[in-house]
């Protein structure tokens, strides 16, 4: 069983996935080539791995231009980092640019909450060394999810 998670680990470093290291009380640190774990007695590190990157894309669902200067609160759900559990951080409201696009990354899962003529929500996952897209049409409500293996903002 040990020699198949190696094994495992190592494609994964050769596809060019890194790690980031995960300290449960602040969340994840920048990322490294190097896979570090360690315990002490304030707090508990694991190794998670490396992140990947997210868009967020605003769009009339009238006309399918993009809607800009969207304000969308953003949260981010930490993956469980044993023996902790998920750790949920609020990233605070960030604002479409002029394309209808927000950029974001790191690990877990995100939460997007816009209130422009209702109150619309998306949930999504990060694709780790990966990208992942999400399209948001306002007012219809339609949210459009897919991945893709480019790690870029330009992927979507």
């Not at 479409?96 to 996952?125: K, P, Q, R, W």
Request: charge should be negative.
């Amino acid at each position: 069983m040990a020699v198949v998670i190696v094994i495992a680990i190592g494609l994964a470093f050769a596809a060019g996935f890194t790690t980031a290291t995960f300290n449960s009380r602040i969340g994840p640190t920048a990322p490294s080539s190097s896979s570090t774990s360690s315990t002490s007695a304030v707090s508990t590190l694991c190794t998670i791995p490396d992140e990947g990157g997210l868009v967020l894309r605003i769009l009339n669902s009238s006309t399918g231009q993009p809607i800009s200067s969207v304000p969308v609160q953003v949260q981010n759900l930490y993956p469980e980092c044993p023996p902790n559990p998920h750790t949920t951080e609020n990233l605070g409201v960030m604002t479409t640019d002029a394309n209808g696009t927000i950029i974001t990354g790191g690990l877990g899962e995100f939460y997007f909450g816009v209130n422009d003529s209702g109150y619309y929500s998306v949930d999504a996952g990060i694709k780790l060394g990966g990208t992942t897209c999400v399209t948001l049409e306002i007012p219809s409500g339609e949210v459009h999810i897919w991945y893709s293996g480019l790690y870029a903002s330009t992927a979507c």
